[in-house]
């Protein structure tokens, strides 16, 4: 389902196409009744847990750190602390459909998927090496984001420095955005209604050293996206974790763990 055709759906059409989808990711899934009529819909995944999952409906969208978001990022700070040939070349892609949940996982989510996990903070989340996350993974019939598809939620259809825009909020706002509390977090919300994007996320691929096709691919090591909040207080250019282009190899991780949030496949040709 493109975005673009979603949009034209009636209320009843978008309702049959997400009882369908229903009906094909298993009986542990419901509907948000309220978001029928929103361009990222709610689904949730209701066994022992309630994960929150939003629709992203295909679409083009700019991959990397374009020539524009360069260029604002050096009005923050030039030249702006970044390895260039890591987010570059841009280019624009097509991502599929897929279900991305709103937040990442938290330690009170993990508590009740993996019954040996160690509990800090229950609102905070929950710091996993690659194999727990895996785990937890397939015990929640979910996988891991790719590079791509967390790009395509963070951006949300538009080419821009970072997930709030195109300059640093106030610094009282930006205590927000980097609580590690959920209770805090979860109040700044992309328009997509996604939050909690800047601890560091694991994804589905390995790192390469650019976004060229022939690039070197760092062996057993993969891509960790967002970051800001894991320096917060920012004693330098720590902002630079914030742009939706940044990016690390998982060899970088102080302790090797990051934060997980699932993603789900959507059928590209789903019957409704």
Not at 3 to 17: A, F, N, Q, T
Not at 44 to 50: D, E, F, H, V
Not at 238 to 261: A, F
């Amino acid at each position: 389902m493109k975005l673009s055709e979603w949009k034209l759906l009636s209320k009843p059409e978008r309702k049959c196409y997400l009882n369908a989808l229903l009906l094909h990711l298993g009986n542990n899934f419901h509907l948000d009744e309220h978001t029928i009529e929103h361009d990222y819909p709610c689904i949730i995944y209701a066994s022992r847990l309630n994960i929150k999952y939003r629709l992203i409906f295909e679409h083009n969208i700019g991959f990397g750190l374009s020539d524009q978001c360069l260029e604002k990022a050096k009005k923050i700070n030039s030249p702006p602390q970044i390895t260039l040939s890591e987010l570059t070349p841009f280019s624009i892609v097509n991502v599929h459909s897929y279900a991305i949940s709103e937040s990442p996982l938290l330690e009170h989510d993990i508590s009740m998927i993996l019954n040996d996990f160690y509990i800090s903070n229950l609102n905070y989340p929950a710091f996993l090496t690659r194999e727990m996350a895996i785990s937890v993974l397939d015990k929640i019939s979910a996988r891991f984001l790719s590079e791509l598809e967390w790009e395509a939620a963070v951006k949300n259809g538009r080419d821009i420095l970072f997930p709030f825009g195109d300059e640093l909020p106030k610094e009282s706002d930006l205590d927000w955005w980097m609580s590690f509390d959920f209770n805090k977090f979860s109040h700044k919300r992309i328009s997509n209604n996604i939050c909690g994007l800047f601890f560091g996320e694991w994804c589905a691929d390995l790192f390469s050293k650019s976004h060229s096709k022939n690039s070197e691919i760092l062996n057993g090591e993969y891509v960790i996206k967002g970051g800001g909040a894991y320096f917060w207080p920012w004693q330098d250019e720590e902002w630079v974790w914030c742009m939706c282009s940044m990016r690390m190899p998982s060899g970088d991780l102080i302790d090797g763990t990051s934060v997980l949030r699932p993603a789900i496949s959507i059928p590209k040709n789903l019957s409704y």
